[in-house]
């Protein structure tokens, strides 16, 4: 990219909006690059530190009405934050992160202030979903933290994570949102119908949380899996109250996605379940 940027509106001395060429409508950062500048006011790219596109006109217009509301020194950090998350992750990430992730901290720490502290209820299924999100997330926190001189909540991380995971997968956060909470509910039925209550530290719960959450996404994505027939009449011989519940599980995740589940996804949650009883009733025992 050569050609300069066109400025468009000053939002603060470091963030300014510009048009260019090929990319439309892009946000420029940079320590000091809005003072003096007005619009029609040309910049050339080695003055730029950091830029990005916000293609879509709603995260523009939501991203122009955030900036004014926040301090300089918060809006560089949030910059470096997202620099980070980009190295650590070693890919490209959803723009969108630019304003999901400012606006969230941002509310963050007003309720900070406020004293309130909101409770992260998938804290526990988050670290276990997504634990490179997750220890970035805690980074993030750590940063945040000493930049700021603040105390953010355990859970804030498990937020962080989601928003992070979000950037890299593409999906929307309330996507990623319903799939946490549709997990949450197929191990409280797990905990009902076995009647056991699961260690979240044990191997076979870290094991069985992955597999629901690579279960939901070959589902999602319309994927099939092989189905072992000697194996599943084998099972369900064996193991029929985790084998009916694997069944139960399965019609959860059809009634709440609205697709249909592959019968042979009944196998593989039979297992997991026998494991997750076996591994509760020798730590009664």
């Known amino acids: 990219m050569t050609e300069s940027f066109r400025v468009e509106k000053v939002l603060n001395n470091n963030v300014l909006i510009a048009s260019h060429p090929t990319y439309d409508e892009v946000v420029l950062l940079g320590k000091g690059i809005g003072f003096g500048k007005k619009k029609g006011d040309y910049i050339e790219q080695s003055a730029v530190e950091k830029w990005f596109i916000l293609k879509n006109e709603r995260e523009q217009e939501q991203y122009k009405k955030l900036l004014p509301e926040l301090d300089e020194e918060f ?35 007003k309720r900070l202030r406020q004293g309130l502290d909101l409770k992260n209820p998938f804290l526990v299924e988050t670290k276990s979903l997504y634990p490179l999100e997750y220890e970035i997330a805690c980074e993030v926190v750590d940063m945040i933290n000493r930049k700021l001189g603040v105390e953010l909540p355990e ?28 997990i949450t509910k197929l191990i409280q039925i797990v905990e009902q119908q076995l009647n056991i209550k699961i260690d979240r530290n044990s191997i076979p719960y870290l094991r069985f949380v992955r597999h629901l ?31 009916n519940t694997a069944w139960k599980l399965i019609k959860v995740m059809q009634q ?12 593989y949650l039979t297992m997991h379940l026998q494991r997750l009883a076996k591994k509760e009733t020798e730590t009664i025992e």
């Open 75 to 109: 809006i560089g950090l949030m910059n470096e934050v997202i620099q980070h998350i980009k190295q650590r992750v070693n890919a490209p990430l959803n723009e969108h992160i630019h304003v999901a992730l400012t606006d969230h901290i941002s509310f963050t720490l």
């Open 155 to 182: 859970g804030e991380a498990g937020f962080i994570a989601l928003h992070i995971h979000s950037a890299i997968s593409k999906q929307s956060l309330s996507e990623i949102n319903q799939h946490s909470q549709l």
């Open 213 to 243: 959450r690579y279960a939901i996404e070959r589902i999602k994505k319309g994927e099939k899996v092989e189905e072992p027939k000697k194996l599943s009449k084998i099972l369900k011989e064996a193991y029929p109250l985790c084998y």
């Open 256 to 267: 709440t996605l609205q697709m249909p589940v592959d019968d042979a996804e009944a196998v």
